[in-house]
């Protein structure tokens, strides 16, 4: 399937929930946040937050700003 | 002195706030936040770099008990964009408060009020403690608290300007009608800067470039705590009134003849 990730085209078959994507990049320790599609997707819900074909994911964080 | 100070239902000490952008490294950031005695930092919401998914954030040095952490909404131009961001920057479990930053102009990063407003409105019925990034216009400053919000946060000029205070009389408008803190964000290049905000009687100063760019962010960044200190006690002591002429300071009576 192909994945839309921070603006980037990502085809993969191994990642089927958030969880895994954030694994896929090695992000398990950092402080993330997730959108699919738009939405928010709750930390507690990345196991269990399935992901399909098309969908476009968002993974910001916190960088310098004033 | 014991002079503590809430925004919304948190209560601090140090009433100078102190943006986290523009550091060019992290040792010397982590120093000048320590020196600055600083309790809110502010930061930016952006897309992570998936090619550089590692590389060292400054966030991940604090420890995240001692600080607030204040997100802003810089990069939005429109209220809906402002609000997504905030909401994601919640979302991290990290903070409720969030800095309203609705840009109108490219060139002189002034806030667009219409913006702002809107965004500010939306925040606050979301349960955020909002901190509204505004121009120095009193009407607008009104018009934020009245949809609520917990600070407002009138700039003394553009932002990363250094020019310092521009519109000293309606700031002291804002800070004389305000129900809630008054921040001057934005524009402050000195010491001095930061000192006169508070005598005006500003609650707190937020400030970024005027550290991060110094020759010494170091040593700046404890001028400019001084700074804030020494403008917070003056404004509490009362500063005379300005003569047109002198008044001796030592006795005219009494004098050898």
């Keep these: ?66 | 002195m014991v002079d503590r100070w809430k925004i919304g239902n948190v209560e601090f000490g140090s009433r100078l706030l102190l943006g986290t952008g523009k550091f060019a490294d992290l040792d010397v950031q982590s120093r000048a936040v320590e020196v600055s005695e600083t309790e809110i930092l502010t930061f930016a919401v952006r897309r992570l770099d998936l090619d550089n998914p590692h590389a060292e954030n400054f966030l991940e040095r604090l420890d995240l008990k001692r600080f607030t952490l204040l997100p802003n909404t810089a990069g939005a131009y429109t209220a809906e964009e402002a609000v997504r961001i905030a909401r994601l920057a919640r979302a991290s479990g990290l903070c409720d408060m969030i800095k309203v930053e609705v840009i109108g102009d490219p060139k002189t990063l002034l806030p667009d009020p219409i913006g702002t407003l809107e965004a500010s409105k939306q925040l606050v019925e979301e349960g955020f403690t909002v901190l509204a990034y505004t121009s120095d216009d009193p009407i607008l400053a009104k018009r934020l608290q009245e949809v609520g919000v917990h600070a407002v946060m009138p700039g003394a000029s553009p932002i990363g300007s250094g020019q310092g205070i521009i519109n000293e009389h309606y700031l002291r408008f804002i800070i004389e009608d305000a129900t809630v803190p008054v921040i001057i964000d934005a524009g402050i290049g000195s010491p001095a800067d930061a000192a006169r905000a508070m005598e005006l009687g500003a609650d707190g100063v937020l400030l970024n470039t005027a550290v991060a760019l110094a020759e010494d962010p170091v040593k700046m960044a404890e001028a400019m705590k001084w700074g804030v200190i020494a403008g917070r006690l003056g404004y509490l002591a009362g500063r005379i009134p300005k003569k047109r002429y002198a008044s001796a300071s030592s006795p005219t009576e009494g004098m050898i003849e």
């Design chain 1, 1 to 66: 399937m192909l994945l839309r990730v921070n603006g980037k085209e990502l085809h993969t078959n191994e990642i089927h929930t958030v969880q895994e994507l954030l694994a896929h990049y090695q992000l398990q320790q950092k402080i993330v946040v997730v959108e699919k599609n738009g939405d928010i997707v709750d930390r507690t819900l990345f196991a269990s937050t399935p992901l399909a074909d098309g969908d476009r994911i968002e993974i910001v964080h916190f960088v310098g700003g004033g």
